[in-house]
């Protein structure tokens, strides 16, 4: 059977972000393994064409980077009781900059991840037409396991009582 050491849990920040962190808190705690809990702030390179970018747009992409970081350590605070309380006995936190895609599977691969938890939903409307799925294309291109989550697929009684 395959050892599981490490699990990135990338996060969005969305209202279903806790939901995929409870769902990979759980499967790392059940291995005793690391969580990774990941952020990547999109690139304003993948607009170009789309918009007229700002006159200050360094700036922009430090304050959106500065402003994640902040929120993942808020991020983190506020669930870190939750997954400790799961047997996880290491929690780490990154916040990188770049397609979200190439980004999480770098980082997978450059952590030795064992296994990816994530949600099957991300971006919504034009954004997902213009970039595609988040998802789609870690599940394609992974150098591990990936385990997808519907947030909005109704939980099962079983699932409710872990």
């Known amino acids: 059977m395959m050892e599981i050491k490490r699990v990135l849990i990338p996060i969005d920040f969305s209202d279903n972000a ?3 962190v409870v769902a990979g808190a759980y499967v790392a705690g059940t291995f005793k393994a690391e969580v990774h809990l990941v952020f990547v702030v999109q690139n304003f390179d993948d607009y170009s064409g789309f ?35 799961r047997g996880v006995p290491k929690i780490v936190h990154k916040v990188l900059a ?5 980004e999480l599977l ?21 954004e997902r037409i213009l970039f595609g799925s988040i998802a789609d294309k870690v599940v ?13 697929r109704e939980e099962c009684e079983e699932a409710r009582k872990v």
Request: proline letters at 6%.
């Open 106 to 126: 770098n980082y997978a691969k450059s952590m030795d991840c064992d296994l990816i938890v994530m949600g099957t939903h991300g971006y919504k409307g034009l």
């Open 140 to 152: 394609k291109n992974a150098c591990c396991p990936v385990m997808t989550i519907n947030p909005y």
């Open 51 to 85: 918009f007229v970018p700002p006159v200050n747009l360094p700036n922009l992409e430090k304050e959106l980077f500065d402003s994640a970081q902040e929120r993942m350590e808020a991020f983190v605070r506020d669930h870190e009781e939750m997954i400790r309380s």
């Open 98 to 102: 770049g397609d979200v895609a190439e």
């Open 18 to 20: 806790e939901k995929i």
